[in-house]
């Protein structure tokens, strides 16, 4: 995999919005327990792409990647559950979802191929 591809690029776009949702939350809710999960797994699925792209073996690869599939799981139910505790706004939530779902669509299209 190379370093400057798209999925690189797109999850650590997306861990920095996490990071910025994970300070607003702090700094204006004054909420502490779920920012810091979302803060946990948002920016985990990034570290894990990044880890796969030095992978020392396919099945290395693989496995590095479905981790990063499975926080980006994770890292939708968060929004989910900030969205429907009105921490976060329908239209944050949203926009935040719909690229969540683009993470985990790609990775789970690299996942297949990976695997063929």
Do not use: P
């Given at each position: 995999?190379?370093?400057?591809?798209?999925?690189?690029?797109?999850?650590?776009?997306?861990?920095?919005?996490?990071?910025r949702?994970y300070?607003?939350?702090?700094?204006?809710?004054?909420?502490?327990?779920?920012?810091?999960?979302?803060?946990?797994?948002?920016?985990?699925?990034?570290?894990?792409?990044?880890?796969?792209?030095?992978?020392?073996?396919?099945?290395?690869?693989i496995?590095?990647?479905?981790?990063?599939?499975?926080e980006?799981?994770?890292?939708?139910?968060?929004?989910?559950?900030?969205q429907e505790?009105?921490?976060?706004?329908?239209?944050?939530?949203?926009?935040?979802?719909?690229d969540?779902?683009e993470?985990?669509?790609?990775?789970?299209?690299?996942?297949?191929?990976?695997?063929?």
């Amino acid at each position: 995999m190379k370093e400057d591809n798209v999925i690189v690029d797109k999850s650590k776009a997306f861990a920095i919005r996490i990071i910025r949702l994970y300070q607003h939350l702090g700094s204006e809710k004054k909420e502490f327990v779920l920012s810091k999960q979302i803060l946990r797994s948002g920016t985990s699925i990034g570290a894990n792409v990044r880890e796969a792209a030095r992978a020392q073996s396919k099945a290395d690869f693989i496995a590095k990647m479905q981790i990063a599939l499975k926080e980006a799981s994770e890292t939708e139910y968060w929004i989910e559950l900030l969205q429907e505790t009105d921490y976060i706004s329908e239209k944050a939530g949203e926009s935040l979802i719909v690229d969540c779902k683009e993470l985990l669509k790609m990775i789970t299209a690299i996942i297949k191929t990976a695997k063929e």
